[in-house]
């Protein structure tokens, strides 16, 4: 069984930005080049990028962060003073960008952070060079997107939920090491990609004070943008890649995305599941390489 003492090799030390008087943590690394921001997805973090990173910037500056609410950021209970919303998280995104970066990006997106890019680029279309989706979230339990009859049940299992003590119990059942090795071991093709060490970095911000309640927040938040409603408003080129195995956001579907004329790329991954930059770095490091390098456009930063 994993322990809590399992090492996380980050390519580079943590740093932290105050944003709205909480505590964001982000990672860096490369002197040159243009600059990249890598976005997580749903219970991950900055490590997530972990294998990307280092090769990424060898030709960029590169910037990893954890978006409010995961990783080392603050978690604040919901409803007080954030809202764990993809408008709030594309807010996060562009102030980072112009606090930190000084200057328009290559966004990069995992899963949800897909759709925290799209909403970013949808606020300040100018600050944003091009964006790359890996597995975009679908928002599949979306009340859009229900059939009849699970929007007559989907509601009451999102009250139960929301509700303290057994929303949290439900939690504690999930922040389990063999319940994520086993979540992971469905959603990763690659399955010698699941390690102990990446069992670690979802687990351990998971133990961190607020961690279950920004958690139950998200998974009983069934409205706001779908990937579909976005999309139409991207004025810049988007990268699309898609693992063919990735059995939460099916292939099929994802493939549909590439009809919206934003999309300027659709890759299949053979072989891949939901998060190609953990399970394929060798293919994913190269495929974004040259999509920046192809899309390397001047484009200032707007205030």
Known sequence: MITHDVAIESPCPTQFWQWRGFSIGYQTAGTQGDAVLLIHGLGASSDHWRKNIAALAQHHRVYAIDLIGFGQSAKPKPGEAINYRFETWGEQINDFCREVIGESVFLVGNSIGCLVALQAAVFQPKQVKAIALLDCALRLQHQRKLSWYRKLTFPWIQKILAYPPIGRFFFSKLAQPKVIRQALLKAYGRKEAVT????????????????????????????????????????????????????????????????????????????????????????????????????????????
């Open 196 to 303: 102990d060490e990446l069992v670690e970095i979802l687990l351990k911000p998971a133990r961190d004070p607020g961690a279950a309640d920004v958690f139950l927040s998200f998974i009983t938040y069934s409205q706001g943008p779908l990937p579909e409603d976005l999309l139409p408003q991207i004025q810049c080129p988007v990268l699309l890649a898609w693992g063919k195995v990735d059995p939460w956001e099916p292939f099929a579907l994802g493939q549909k995305l590439a009809e919206f004329a934003a999309v300027d790329r659709f890759m299949p991954l053979e072989g891949i599941g939901h998060c190609p930059q953990d399970e394929a770095p060798e293919v994913i490091n190269p495929l974004l390489l040259e999509w920046f390098s192809e899309k390397a456009i001047a484009s200032p930063v707007q205030d």
